[in-house]
């Protein structure tokens, strides 16, 4: 099992950057991607985005491709979800995942073990 801790949630304005942090810790050698997820008040949790520990390469959603970018540090076992040009729409729990499968992709099943989420609030 994978533990995971995110932090770097906060409340900005709109236009503004935030940087989110997932810090995995436990079995990470069985980890193949890192997904974040979002989850407004009322609505499904919605894929963000992911990325691949070997090689780095990564996947978003339409909603925040060209705004957002997902990063790792593999010596830290940490990924990184830099959102920039913030909207009101973006305010939700993110969270993120660790995948053993080498999909990159957006399904909530292909994702192991999640963590407790951090609040991103985006005022108008």
């Known amino acids: 099992q994978v533990q995971l801790v995110e932090s770097g949630g906060g409340l900005v304005q709109a236009g503004d950057s935030l940087r989110l942090s997932c810090a995995a810790s436990?079995?990470?050698?069985?980890?193949?991607?890192m997904g974040w997820f979002r989850q407004a008040p009322g609505k499904e949790r919605e894929f963000v985005g992911a990325?691949?520990?070997?090689?780095?390469?990564?996947v978003y959603a339409d909603s925040v491709k060209g705004r957002f970018t997902i990063s790792r540090d593999n010596a830290k076992n940490t990924v990184y979800l830099q959102m920039n040009s913030l909207k009101p729409e973006d305010t939700a729990v993110y969270y993120c995942?660790?995948?053993?499968?080498?999909?990159?992709?957006?399904?909530?099943?292909?994702?192991?073990?999640w963590g407790q989420g951090t609040l991103v609030t985006v005022s108008s």
């Open positions: 995942a660790a995948s053993r499968m080498l999909i990159l992709g957006g399904s909530g099943p292909l994702y192991d073990d």
């Open positions: 436990g079995r990470t050698f069985s980890t193949n991607v």
């Open positions: 990325i691949r520990w070997s090689g780095g390469n990564t």
